[in-house]
């Protein structure tokens, strides 16, 4: 079992920057935790996938945020980010961070999931 705990979220204006923390109950060097990733979902949307990274650090992105929102982990942390700049009013939602030691890439089929933590972007 991985227990993940989003933070950092909150309200700010368009063109500003965010960066998302999700701790993790277990090693990031441990295989459960291979793949970690972020999702967001706004209100009667579906959950899509924003950006994940891979034990070695190589990352994929959607398009709608390539170059915008670089994702790390420190694994000595047991920590995930999500570094949100130039924020648009349109990625106003609940951001979820999930992990497993499958590539799911960016569907929402991980294993383990955090509660999320909400970002509201003003116009």
């Known amino acids: 079992q991985v227990q993940l705990v989003e933070s950092g979220g909150g309200s700010v204006q368009s063109g500003g920057s965010l960066r998302l923390s999700c701790a993790a109950s277990a090693s990031t060097y441990s295989s459960e935790t291979t793949y970690m990733a972020w999702f967001r979902q706004a209100p009667g949307k579906e959950r899509d996938g924003v950006a994940v990274?891979?034990?070695?650090?190589?990352?994929t992105y959607a398009d709608s945020v390539l170059g915008q929102f670089p994702i790390s982990r420190d694994n000595a942390k047991n920590t995930l980010y999500l570094q949100m700049n130039s924020l648009k009013p349109e990625d106003t939602a609940m951001y979820y961070c999930?992990?497993?030691?499958?590539?799911?890439?960016?569907?929402?089929?991980?294993?383990?999931w955090g509660r999320g933590t909400q970002v509201a972007v003003s116009s």
């Open positions: 999930a992990t497993d030691r499958i590539d799911w890439v960016l569907l929402p089929k991980y294993t383990y």
């Open positions: 990274i891979y034990s070695n650090g190589r990352a």
